[in-house]
């Protein structure tokens, strides 16, 4: 059983990823290398699919994640979403609430697309 990814789905992680692992009070070591090497996961398919075929459109590209890492990939953006929704509450500073509330966004939007794959 496997869950098609698309570059769409890839573009989307990056996005939502982008910020909360290099921000310090959100991305601990663990955190930032765990979610670099998902990030590297997904983009050696990518990298592939391109040097496949000098024809390719992007939009064509899907790669099949097998259940158990698609299932890590959800745990990890849920975890990310915790620690970002304590971060909220916790901060002081309207510009820091802001961001963060884009940053959530993004990850609740990853979170929502990912929940709704269907295994193939």
Known sequence: M????????LSNIETAFFDCLVHPKLSSPEIFFIGQGIKRYLETDLED????SSRAKISEFAMYVTA?????????????ISDLELLIRQTQSIYWYDEYKKWLGNLEY???E???KRPI
């Open 49 to 52: 699919f391109l040097d496949s």
């Open 110 to 112: 990853v979170r929502k």
């Open 2 to 9: 496997s869950f098609k990814y698309t570059y769409e789905d």
């Open 114 to 116: 990912l929940e709704a």
């Open 68 to 80: 158990e890492r698609h299932s890590y990939i959800l745990s990890f953006v849920g975890k990310l």
